[in-house]
Structure formats: C-alpha cells, structure tokens
C-alpha cells in the first residue's frame, strides 16, 4: 500500500529565509509524487510533481522539490520565502487515486 | 472552464439527517474522487470513480455512498449523519494518467450537530 509521511506538524521561518519541507513515502513501483498547497479556506493547488526524468523539479511560485529514491524523499524547498508562503502545504503520492501526506503548517515570521 | 464545483459551500446538519453534496467537473476527466479533510489527519479518501457508472471505495467508505451515472458529476451522499462526519468535504478529478495531478473544488465545510 502507498503511504506518505510528513514529519513536521509545523514550520516557522523568517521572511527571506530558506525553506525545507520534508516528505518519505512508501510505494510500490516508481512513484508519482506531487506537492499541493492550501491557504486558509482554500482548495489545494498543485506546486509542482514528480514522475520520470529530472530528479530536480521546478514548480510555481519559486518551489522546488528533489527526488531521492534511495532515500525514499521528495523534499520541498524554496530558497527565500514571502509572507505570502504562509499554508499548509501537502505531500501526495499515486494518481487517480492519490495518498496524501498529513500536512506541514507554514507560519512566515516578518 | 469553471473546473470543478461543489455545493454547498458550507451545511450543518442534525444527527439521522441525510443530505448530498454535490459535485461536477467540466474537464472530462475520467476520475473523480471524495476526500475529507480534519484537523492533523491530511486529506483521506472516501470514495473514488474511474468512469461513469464504475464507483469504488477508498479509506474511509462507511457512511457514505456515491454514484456516478456521467461523467460530469458525482454527488456523495451521507445516509444518517453523525458528528463524526463533521469535516471538510473536498471533491478532485484528473485524468487518470499516471502523471495528471487532482483538480479540487472548494470544498464543503459540514458540521454535524
């Protein structure tokens, strides 16, 4: 069965800051691994996703994520982040039928 | 394209009520999806469909039931609600290729009294 784990409940970061969320899962065969973010009262948006290629994907919004398949990790990072960062931001794997992480809550001190 | 669309937007219910929230896409995606959103508990899914008339149970099936007779909708149905229903209702589609990811809808927000 496909599992996601996301270790960290929450994250506090200052504005401007780097950011590292991390993300384990455990699939079956290559997976398809994706990044969403909600906003408070919002649906989720995908950031970006993962399923061949690249190890190294670009997504919206200056996000990055690196796929690791020794380390079974798909970390989101973000160089420098904005105010506007501030969500919950969710792991997934599998499509069609996606399993999701539990969420990261990002709270970006000024 | 509206994408996908849910209502209502929020409900609250008494227990033994049974409602139906409704969902549609115009995207002609193939799968639609159910998932439920609590507090610290991620999205889990209830019910999925890979087509018009082919339904299936996800995580956490009980109480609830789906149909999909078009492609277009798929309305989830509480049968007796119960407070512990109370959650965040999310309906997604995508296209079923393995590297499509889901398009939500707002959600419902569904509290049972």
């Known amino acids: 069965a496909q599992s996601v784990t996301q270790p960290d409940i929450h994250i506090t970061v200052s504005e401007g800051a780097s950011l590292e969320l991390r993300c384990n899962y455990s699939?079956?065969?290559?997976?398809?691994l994706f990044w969403y973010v909600q906003s408070p009262g919002q649906g989720l948006q995908l950031l970006l996703k993962?399923?061949?290629?690249?190890?190294l994907v670009q997504g919206i919004k200056g996000f990055e994520a690196e796929f690791k398949r020794s380390q079974s990790s798909f970390n989101l990072r973000k160089p420098s982040v904005h105010w506007s960062d501030a969500a919950e931001y969710f792991c997934?794997?599998?499509?069609?039928?996606?399993?999701f992480g539990d969420g990261t809550t990002l709270t970006v001190k000024p | 394209n509206a994408g996908v669309t849910q209502t209502p937007k929020f409900q609250v219910l008494k227990t033994g009520q049974s409602m139906t929230l409704q969902c549609a896409q115009d995207?002609?995606?193939?799968?639609m999806s159910w998932y439920r959103q609590d507090p610290g508990m991620g999205l889990r899914l209830i019910h999925y469909?890979?087509?018009?008339?082919?339904?299936d149970q996800g995580e956490v099936p009980n109480g609830y039931n789906v149909s999909r007779s078009t492609t277009e909708d798929f309305p989830l149905r509480l049968l007796s609600a119960a407070p512990s229903q109370t959650s965040v209702y999310f309906c997604?589609?995508?296209?079923?290729?393995?590297?499509?990811?889901?398009?939500f809808g707002p959600g419902t927000r569904l509290t049972v009294l």
């Open positions: 469909s890979v087509g018009a008339g082919i339904t």
């Open positions: 995207m002609n995606h193939e799968y």
């Open positions: 993962y399923f061949s290629g690249d190890t």
């Open positions: 699939y079956g065969a290559t997976p398809y």
């Open positions: 997934a794997v599998g499509a069609g039928k996606s399993t």
């Open positions: 997604a589609s995508n296209t079923g290729t393995t590297d499509n990811e889901q398009f």
